[in-house]
């Protein structure tokens, strides 16, 4: 029963450190994203993927990056880390559109 | 650009009331989802809304969907204090590939 799960949990990062946040869904699910969540407000989206090789800039791309390998994974990899991208990140997936989101636990990131 | 707006943000309720959460939405869709948050935890999945018209009832939340008025509905029946929790609706562009999310609503039920 695994369903998506995000790696790593907590992270500090310094400014200008990079580093990668792993997503794995084990559903077979085609669609996957990246969302962050600000303190007290909804998700943004920052990339998604319809499938494997295949990905799309959300909302708030600029700072990050993917890549869609493998219908399992699709990590976000963030580059010289800024303060502003403090957040709570989650990954999510589905089947296909119109399909129930499942999203993974979170992991929280924090930039000084 | 896809808007979603709830109202209210903050809602504070007396248990055994019943209240209502709104979601208006800014373009053409026919897809919108309703989730549940507990502070500190990922998004549970409470209802998805796929046709003009849908109605979908869980215990004591009922979620509705007009399309022409671009409009949902959460209504709440007397309320628990279990309901406590902040609830978001998204709306999925008619691509089908990107939800946009509201604000939220944060519910406290008090006893």
């Known amino acids: 029963n695994a369903g998506v799960t995000q790696t790593p949990k907590f992270r500090i990062l310094k400014i200008g450190q990079s580093m990668t946040l792993q997503c794995t869904q084990d559903?077979?699910?085609?669609?996957m994203y990246w969302y962050r969540q600000d303190p007290g407000m909804g998700l943004k989206l920052i990339y998604y993927?319809?499938?494997?090789?295949?990905?799309d800039k959300g909302e708030v791309p600029n700072g990050y990056n993917v890549s869609r390998s493998t219908t399992e994974d699709f990590p976000l990899r963030l580059e010289l880390a800024a303060p502003s991208q403090t957040s709570v990140y989650f990954c999510a997936s589905s089947l296909k559109a119109g399909n129930t989101i499942y999203f993974g636990e979170g992991s929280w990131l924090t930039v000084v | 650009e896809l808007k979603v707006e709830q109202n209210p943000l903050f809602l504070s309720m007396q248990e055994g009331k019943n209240y209502t959460i709104y979601c208006n939405y800014s373009?053409?869709?026919?897809?919108l989802y309703w989730y549940r948050q507990d502070p500190g935890k990922s998004l549970e999945s409470l209802f998805v809304?796929?046709?003009?018209?849908a109605v979908k009832q869980e215990g004591r939340l009922m979620a509705s969907l007009d399309t022409k008025a671009r409009l949902s509905t959460l209504h709440i029946t007397a309320a628990v204090h279990d309901l406590s929790a902040t609830y978001f609706c998204a709306v999925e562009e008619t691509s089908g590939s990107r939800l946009t999310f509201g604000e939220g609503t944060q519910l406290t039920v008090n006893p």
């Open positions: 809304l796929l046709s003009n018209g």
């Open positions: 993927s319809v499938g494997a090789g295949i990905t």
């Open positions: 373009t053409t869709s026919d897809r």
């Open positions: 559903m077979n699910h085609n669609y």
